[in-house]
């Protein structure tokens, strides 16, 4: 399916994005509310700017009106709900416990996508799984580390 490739862009962002966002506000005052704005921002603005993208290259890459739109539309509702699962987890659980069921989502999520992949273009699963999860530890880590970095500088900056 040639349109797979869009949805796995959106949903890659999505789950990718949402699991950072989530790691690197969940120290701050507010956290709840912070991290749930940063979400559905995050799931409008970034979102409609992706899915333009993909309508723009779409066009230059001469597909039909058809696959543009299918492209552009079928990007952003994937990403939307997505995003919407993880504010969700964010708006029903404290935010410590959101930020753990939500990596364990994203995880998953991004696990059935990599393996998917990996079976349509028969290659070993396992070593995109291994290795598309890594990336995705990394951004939940490096947010981590920032939000707490600029939490501290925040703390300093106030004395």
Do not use: C
């Amino acid at each position: 399916m040639k349109n797979m490739n869009t949805f796995s862009i959106g949903a890659t962002a999505a789950i990718i994005t949402s699991m950072g966002l989530i790691a690197g506000l969940t120290q701050g005052a507010n956290a709840k509310v912070g991290i749930i704005t940063g979400l559905l921002i995050f799931a409008v603005a970034d979102n409609i700017s992706d899915s333009f993208s993909i309508h723009i290259y779409k066009e230059s890459e001469g597909a039909s009106s058809k696959e543009v739109s299918v492209s552009t539309f079928g990007n952003f509702a994937v990403r939307l709900l997505l995003v919407l699962t993880f504010a969700s987890l964010v708006l029903f659980l404290p935010p410590n416990a959101a930020l753990i069921l939500s990596s364990i989502w994203g995880l998953t999520l991004l696990a059935i996508l990599s393996y998917g992949i990996a079976r349509r273009r028969n290659i070993h699963p396992l070593k995109s799984i291994l290795w598309h999860l890594a990336v995705a530890l990394v951004v939940i880590v490096g947010s981590r580390f920032l939000g707490s970095w600029v939490l501290k500088w925040q703390l300093i900056s106030r004395i």
